[in-house]
Nanobody, 118 residues
Framework: QVQLVESGGGLVQAGGSLRLSCAAS????????MNWVRQTPGKEREFVAA????????YYADSVKGRFTISRDNAKNTVYLQMNSLKPEDTALYYC???????????WGQGTQVTVSS
């Protein structure tokens, strides 16, 4: 089992920045690829970004490419999502998810709310 706890969400004006964190505990964090996924009411969950276990490769949704940066610190069992130039359409509940490979979501956190005002 892997337990994931997100933090860092909040209310920010358009153009602002936030940094989300996801702290992991339980089984060895470093073997898992980590993903950020977001969801707004009435819509399906949307892939945002992912990073391989080694940190050597990162992946982004087209909608956030160039604005968001995913990173990880395996020594701290933490993955981050730096979000810059935020837009109102980035408003969502952001989840981190762990899996044996990118795009595989085996474990989920509880989510952290990001609200971007115009």
């Amino acid at each position: 089992q892997v337990q994931l706890v997100e933090s860092g969400g909040g209310l920010v004006q358009a153009g602002g920045s936030l940094r989300l964190s996801c702290a992991a505990s339980g089984r060895t964090f470093s073997v898992y690829s980590m993903n950020w996924v977001r969801q707004t009411p009435g819509k399906e969950r949307e892939f945002v970004a992912a990073i391989r276990w080694s940190g050597s490769s990162t992946y982004y949704a087209d909608s956030v490419k160039g604005r968001f940066t995913i990173s990880r610190d395996n020594a701290k069992n933490t993955v981050y999502l730096q979000m810059n130039s935020l837009k109102p359409e980035d408003t969502a509940l952001y989840y981190c998810a762990a899996g044996k490979r990118v795009g595989l979501y085996e474990y989920w956190g509880q989510g952290t709310q990001v609200t971007v005002s115009s």
